[in-house]
């Protein structure tokens, strides 16, 4: 979650900045000056796209397993949240009966 200044780039620019990158054989650094952006933006979609192709570091994750993380870990913040209310709803009723 970038702030709102962070400027949202296309996965078709994406793309064609990482082919940039991959046919000319220049460096990082280089194609991203040349196309105005950030060279760790590049130097990250560069690195993302080769763990999506399987060629990244041993145990980094691919796109598609970011995805369901971040599904996974908000459908744990849900689950939490209700238990802990189902917790409270426990305390009052087991109060309630005593009286």
């Not at 900045?17 to 590049?42: F, H, M, N």
């Not at 209310?85 to 109060?95: D, E, Y």
Request: some cysteine.
């Amino acid at each position: 979650m970038g702030s709102k200044y962070t400027k949202r780039y296309t996965a078709e620019f994406k793309r064609d900045a990482i082919a940039l990158v991959d046919s000319t054989g220049r460096t990082v650094t280089a194609v991203a000056r040349e196309l105005g952006i950030s060279s760790e933006s590049l130097r990250g979609w560069c690195q993302q796209a080769k763990a999506d192709r399987g060629e990244g570091a041993p145990g980094e994750l691919t796109t598609a397993e970011h995805e369901e993380l971040r599904r996974l870990r908000r459908q744990n913040a849900g689950q939490a949240k209700t238990i802990e209310v189902l917790r409270k709803a426990a305390v009052f009723f087991a109060k309630e009966s005593d009286r």
